[in-house]
């Protein structure tokens, strides 16, 4: 009788990018360092998941072991939650900022944000590729040098690919205390 060996999940397949400033968000930690639920709730927003349970052949291509997710509940994984997490505030000092991010595509219910800190507006969104697999996004932030900032992942959808994945943001810039509330307008 032949055994059946078990399928494991694919490897990891990060760009291996380099950071493009000293200000990073890796969520290596396991923990949410200094980002807040601003808005409904999430199982498990840092997740060490590789990939989802129907996806096992399409990781998710996190840097290092640590990634936010929308998808993660107490009790495995669902599009039904909903939730908004935003980032410290910082100073961009570099002209671009990169990040990863897989699920939904960029809608007006989900998408990752960068908001003025200032007048709480969205300036840049993106979303995920409606997949797996986290693509790099590459915003040109040239002029927005010497603003504040803060990020969004907002997952206010509950249909099918109704979740984001985010990771490895990078800029040049520094955290600052916060200017604004959660009442930013999407």
Not at 39 to 56: C, F, M, R
Not at 125 to 138: V, W
């Amino acid at each position: 009788m032949k055994q059946q060996s078990k399928a494991k999940p694919a490897a990891s397949t990060y760009d291996g990018f380099k950071p493009l400033g000293n200000l990073r968000f890796t969520f290596e930690s396991g923990a949410l360092d200094g980002w807040k639920i601003i808005d409904g709730e999430a199982g498990t927003p840092v997740s060490n998941h590789a990939s989802l349970s129907k996806w096992k052949h399409k990781p998710f291509n996190h840097e290092g072991r640590f990634h936010l997710s929308t998808i993660n509940t107490a009790d495995g994984f669902s599009d039904k939650q909903q939730v908004v997490l935003q980032s410290p505030t910082f100073e961009i000092r570099g002209e671009q900022a990169s990040f990863l991010a897989s699920g939904g595509f960029n809608t007006k219910n989900l998408f990752v944000g960068l908001y003025d800190a200032n007048s709480g507006k969205v300036i840049k969104a993106a979303g995920g590729p409606k997949g797996p697999q986290m693509k790099r996004t590459i915003w040109d932030v040239s002029d927005l040098t010497g603003k504040t900032a803060f990020l969004r992942v907002v997952d206010r959808n509950q249909g099918g690919w109704g979740h984001l994945t985010f990771d490895d943001f990078s800029v040049e810039g520094v955290l600052v205390a916060s200017t604004t509330t959660s009442d930013a307008t999407e």
